[in-house]
């Protein structure tokens, strides 16, 4: 059974299993959202170990509610920009001051707030992911520095909340632990721009989005996917020469988070760029399954 991160001591007078039953009980809700909303992050998540998969899942909650802020969920209630706006400086505000109190009433943030404190995570991460998110209701086009930044933002510094996750119990020399930060910067890096290619139709004809600069989505070329797979394969190239100096209890898991977005990638370079803006490139769930298994024996980095 996972086990929920563990809570502070209950307060003087207070019945000593309140907080913690809280705690447990916001964990299974962060835990129910990745298994709703990823199969390809949930199943390498199973390869993590028991001390650290709860507080991915927590963080990866946190995540994926302020992404339905703005990508889904809250446009399609009817909320308008300036409400959905509204509703991700809340949730950004109340972040932070879970992160400094320990509790928060919504459970998504509270279970983040918990894991963040135990594993050294600060608003030196979590305030470039909300500006990132920010951006998303922005809908113009980027320049190459404000698509470096975005890419920081709302996918590196996860890449670095989940190392520190990975850390917190297993200090490493400061080299190692610089060489694992940019392993996992690029490792974000990659997935953000396979999620780009991937859902190129949804962003570009439904919420207006271009986020490679100097390309039109609507006249992608091949040679223009080819140069953006090149590029997400460097990043791919430069994190996997990290994973093996990752700690026991990720090591497997991000091998196969990082064999499962190499697949999707080289589907992408074998779909023709024309059919990028009519169909989601996806990978079938048995080849995912293949691809989780070898790396929970060991056959993938």
């Given at each position: 059974?996972?086990?929920?991160?563990?809570?502070?001591?209950?307060?003087?007078?207070?019945?000593?299993?309140?907080?913690?039953?809280?705690?447990?009980?916001?964990?299974?809700?962060a835990a129910t959202i990745i298994r709703e909303y990823s199969t390809s992050f949930g199943m390498a998540t199973r390869l993590l170990g028991a001390e650290v998969r709860p507080r991915v899942e927590d963080?990866?909650?946190?995540?994926?509610?302020?992404?339905?802020?703005?990508?889904?969920?809250?446009?399609?209630?009817?909320?308008?920009?300036?409400?959905?706006?509204?509703?991700?400086?809340?949730?950004?505000?109340?972040?932070?001051?879970?992160m400094r109190t320990g509790y928060s009433a919504n459970v998504v943030v509270h279970a983040f707030a918990v894991t963040a404190r135990a594993a050294g995570i600060g608003t030196d991460l979590t305030r470039?992911?909300?500006?990132?998110?920010?951006?998303?209701?922005?809908?113009?086009?980027?320049?190459?520095?404000?698509?470096?930044?975005?890419?920081?933002?709302?996918?590196?510094?996860?890449?670095?909340?989940?190392?520190?996750?990975?850390?917190?119990?297993?200090?490493?020399?400061?080299?190692?632990?610089?060489?694992?930060?940019?392993?996992?910067?690029?490792?974000?890096?990659a997935f953000q721009k396979i999620n780009f290619l991937r859902d190129l139709a949804v962003d570009y004809t439904e919420l207006g989005r271009s986020y490679f600069p100097g390309i039109d989505p609507a006249?992608?070329?091949?040679?223009?996917?080819?140069?953006?797979?090149?590029?997400?394969?460097?990043?791919?190239?430069?994190?996997?020469?990290?994973?093996?100096?990752?700690?026991?209890?990720?090591?497997?898991?991000?091998?196969?988070?990082?064999?499962?977005?190499?697949?999707?990638?080289?589907?992408?370079?074998?779909?023709?760029?024309?059919?990028?803006?009519?169909?989601?490139?996806?990978?079938?769930?048995?080849?995912?399954?293949?691809?989780?298994?070898?790396?929970?024996?060991?056959?993938?980095?």
């Amino acid at each position: 059974m996972t086990r929920a991160p563990e809570a502070p001591a209950a307060p003087a007078g207070a019945h000593p299993t309140d907080l913690a039953l809280y705690t447990r009980a916001a964990h299974c809700g962060a835990a129910t959202i990745i298994r709703e909303y990823s199969t390809s992050f949930g199943m390498a998540t199973r390869l993590l170990g028991a001390e650290v998969r709860p507080r991915v899942e927590d963080v990866y909650a946190l995540v994926r509610i302020a992404d339905e802020v703005v990508d889904g969920a809250a446009a399609q209630a009817g909320l308008t920009l300036d409400d959905q706006r509204e509703l991700l400086d809340a949730l950004e505000a109340d972040t932070e001051r879970a992160m400094r109190t320990g509790y928060s009433a919504n459970v998504v943030v509270h279970a983040f707030a918990v894991t963040a404190r135990a594993a050294g995570i600060g608003t030196d991460l979590t305030r470039p992911f909300f500006a990132s998110m920010r951006r998303d209701l922005s809908p113009v086009d980027f320049t190459a520095e404000e698509l470096r930044e975005y890419i920081y933002g709302s996918a590196e510094v996860v890449g670095l909340m989940c190392l520190a996750v990975f850390l917190s119990d297993h200090p490493v020399p400061d080299a190692t632990r610089r060489r694992l930060e940019a392993g996992a910067r690029r490792l974000g890096a990659a997935f953000q721009k396979i999620n780009f290619l991937r859902d190129l139709a949804v962003d570009y004809t439904e919420l207006g989005r271009s986020y490679f600069p100097g390309i039109d989505p609507a006249r992608l070329t091949e040679r223009q996917k080819l140069a953006l797979v090149v590029d997400i394969d460097s990043d791919l190239g430069a994190a996997a020469d990290a994973i093996p100096e990752l700690p026991d209890n990720c090591r497997r898991a991000i091998a196969a988070a990082h064999g499962l977005f190499a697949e999707l990638s080289d589907r992408i370079r074998a779909t023709p760029a024309s059919e990028l803006l009519r169909r989601r490139v996806s990978v079938p769930n048995r080849t995912k399954l293949a691809v989780v298994v070898r790396a929970g024996t060991g056959l993938l980095r």
